[in-house]
């Protein structure tokens, strides 16, 4: 019989992460934090030299949130954060790409993402109130990023992910910037979370 196809990813880190069966003990900001650094929005399909990085991606997400939900414990903004974080090894597949590829993705993005919430103390399950918050804020950074850097019109923007509250967006402006800034960006604003849990 066949071995078993190999299933893990070997991270900078040195950790060997099970895809199939992901552990809390594998994972490590640094390594979730480089990856989403250099995995590019929208399929790299934004204007600028440098790509558009789920690292930046979750950081706005996280600032909307914490806009729409002043005053929210530090866990759910680092929730916020780590909305997006399986993405460091499974990418950024666009919803059409998703809904082709059918259940197993959804199935690994909720595996890896319950072990990544373990690890930094955050429930496996985010409660449905705080995911629903969360998912308005990523519907917003996307409509953001849809007519700031995507090519979107704002009639575009509205249909696909609906208008956003002026004042909740004003003075939010994507600036593409290297990979290396978002990564330390990400880690900072992750240990200043840590931190204030």
């Known amino acids: 019989m066949a071995p078993p196809p190999r299933a893990f990813q070997r991270m900078l880190s040195g950790r060997r992460l099970d895809l199939l069966d992901p552990t809390p003990m594998d994972i490590e900001i640094e390594d979730i934090a480089h990856g989403l650094a250099f995995v590019a929005r929208w399929n790299g399909q934004t204007s600028g030299d440098w790509p558009y990085s789920v690292a930046e991606h979750s950081l706005l997400v996280e600032t909307l949130f914490g806009r729409m939900n002043p005053g929210t414990a530090p866990k759910w903004q680092l929730a916020a954060l780590l909305h997006d974080a399986p993405e460091y090894v499974i990418g950024d597949m666009i919803s059409p790409v998703k809904a082709a590829v059918g259940p197993a993705y959804g199935a690994l993005d909720e595996r890896l993402a319950a072990a990544i919430h373990i690890r930094f ?37 509205d249909k696909f992910f609906g208008p956003p509250d002026p004042g909740l967006i004003r003075g939010l402006e994507i600036a593409l910037r290297p990979p290396r800034e978002a990564r330390e960006d990400f880690v900072a604003r992750h240990e200043e979370l840590l931190a204030r849990i």
């Open 121 to 157: 103390g955050l429930p496996a399950q985010v409660p449905a109130q705080i995911k629903k918050a969360i998912k308005k804020a990523d519907r917003i950074s996307a409509w953001l990023e849809a007519t700031q850097i995507a090519g979107f019109s704002r009639t575009e923007s």
